[in-house]
């Protein structure tokens, strides 16, 4: 096992611990680590991480029992380090930590503080539709949340098209991941799930579904399943 | 600039990043190691720590098994900061050398 893998693995441990565990959500590439441990179909996700693992951490906010996650991740060898606005984020040599937050309204750039927990997260446009259906999976004895499958492609081919030209790497790997995960779900037959999610997504949103898969010569996957809406 | 160096290019800059975020947090750690010496039964601290090539020792008297504790963890806290700035030396040697960015 990696020492990457080890240490996401130690984090793990340690919110569990700490009761937290059921309540912060790994979104972002990192899911596909936990996709390919709970599919046995996920043999053909792309094995590629990145160093930056992302939490959502909305469902803290309903959770009483407060902890020092700044202390928590000090012990682990992690250090602060404060982006942007004053987001925090948590800084080792094979991994870095962000807090994230759906972004509610007009938006704002100012971080969210979450009280009792030590740390100001950063929100984040389009993230609560990873957080309409969640999945457990069992790493190594500890349930870790992740969304489903099919939430998690269609919100990445949906944010592959919010992205600045200057992230146009990210943008590719958005999409490929997308894809790849997409490709999946249809090998377990289970495409109606994502027929069903794009049947009650936004128009909006769909529309940023179809500008995606348009530039990488998808469209029909989507016609397949929702005709031409 | 092709996708894959623009990707290196980016984990370059989180290396340097995180590194001096490592030198800021290792100058909040107190330098030195705790020594332990035995008088006449009573045990007494002394701080011992490096200046150029001389060994220093300052001292700190009876400590409470707290203070203790919290110097040994300093010290470990210490050694893993070190190891970490280690690590990121290599990765950012390694980093300049793929994407060809000349060091100053």
Known sequence: MSEQSELVYRIIEMLDSEGILHNVIVVGSWCIYFYRQHYKEADTLPPLRTRDIEFDVSPLRNFPHK?????LFNKLGFVLDLKGSGFTNLAHPELMIEFLIPEKGRGTDNPIVLKGYGINAQPIRYLSLLEDKLITVNHRGH??????PAWFSIHKLIISQRRPASQKNKT????????????????????????????????GWLKLVKQALGKVDQLERLESIIGNK | MNAVQGV????????IRIKK????????????CLREKIVNGKRYFYLAYREGTKVKYSYLGKLSEQQIKEYRENQKKRKEYQKSIRTLNQQIKYLRKVVNVRTK
């Open chain 1, 143 to 148: 349930m870790v949340t992740v969304p489903h």
């Open chain 1, 67 to 71: 902890v020092d996650i700044i202390d």
């Open chain 2, 21 to 32: 975020r490592y030198i800021e947090a290792l100058l909040q750690i107190k330098k030195g």
């Open chain 2, 8 to 15: 290196l290019y980016e984990e370059l800059e989180n290396s």
């Open chain 1, 172 to 203: 590719e790997n958005d999409m490929k991941q997308a894809i790849a995960v997409w490709d999946m779900i249809a090998g377990m037959g289970e495409q109606k799930i994502i027929q069903d999610l794009l049947n009650n997504i936004p128009r």
